[in-house]
């Protein structure tokens, strides 16, 4: 499922990752991640890649966690299997066989992109910077050398000049102060497991000296076919809305006790801006 807010690093055309290397690989780093909070357990931990990718992936979207939680999941699995087995045996193939889409950043390549200040960049090729080496040991990050922008699909680089102009000023890649975006100090990070990454992003962009932590550009990857889940916790409500391949849309509501009910998702409701509960928005994202 795509997302528009993806950022891209930018490069130095060589770097040296001593610093990188550190991470995870000392006693001295066990012993201080020894009081390091996680998000998750490491049960959620063992627990991914579950079977079902799309009712995984589903599940932490509409959670907003960065693994799925096991009662979500399950439940989704079930609401699944029952949404699909009614549109077969109804004469409607069309809404059974729609699957989520799993996103590029999550699925077939998990990394992040951090953007460095010009202090901790200094502290990482000296190999003296260890504010992440308990997030890298427990959600298995490995941190990559760069490529240099050059080699950056246009799309990507355009995200990147966006981005830099939207927080440093229009100018900022141009002036004197900042001539090229090689000033700024990036490195990719790979993970080994299927998370939320916009999630992850969050964790590392509260990092020190970290001033951007965002996904892999989608690339050219347009679903045609998708679902998203909005989770209405006031009701225990799990809302659906299921795209075909020509963007026609239908939206369906699975209550705690596996009653179904279908909503317009192009519902005036729910697409104004002043009346759009908070559900929707979220599903509406990952489309």
Known sequence: MSQPHYVFCLLLATISLIGCQH???????????????????????DASPRPATDA???????????????????????????????????????????????????????????????????LILDGSYFDWDCSNEFYKGTPQEDKPIADL???????????VAQVFGAGAVNNVENPTLA????????????????????IYSRLDGILFAQTEENGDTVAQEDICLGIETEIDAH?????????????????????????????????????????????????
Not at 23 to 45: H, K, N, Q, R, Y
Not at 91 to 98: K, L, M, R
């Open 23 to 45: 991470s995870g690989e000392s006693s001295s780093t066990v012993e201080a991640c020894d009081g390091f909070e996680a998000v998750i357990t490491t049960s959620d931990l």
């Open 183 to 202: 000033d700024y100090r990036t490195i990719q990070i790979n993970f080994g497991e299927a998370y939320n990454m916009n999630f992850m992003a969050s």
């Open 153 to 163: 699909p246009p799309a990507t680089q355009q995200v990147l000049l966006d981005l």
């Open 239 to 287: 809302h659906y809305i299921f795209v075909n391949q020509v963007s026609q849309s239908i939206g369906i509501t699975m209550d705690a006790d596996g009653n179904f009910s279908l909503f317009d998702p192009n519902d005036e409701s729910l697409t104004n801006e002043d009346t759009s509960p908070s559900w929707y928005r979220s599903c509406r994202n990952w489309l």
């Open 56 to 122: 995984e992936q589903l599940s932490y979207e509409g959670d907003k966690t960065l693994l799925a939680i096991d009662n979500t999941y399950e439940r989704v699995l079930i609401e699944l299997a029952a949404i699909r087995n009614t549109a077969a045996n109804s004469g409607d193939p069309e809404i059974a066989s729609i699957a989520a889409v799993q996103p590029r950043s999550s699925w077939d390549n998990p990394v992040l992109f951090l953007i460095f200040d010009a202090k901790n960049w200094d």
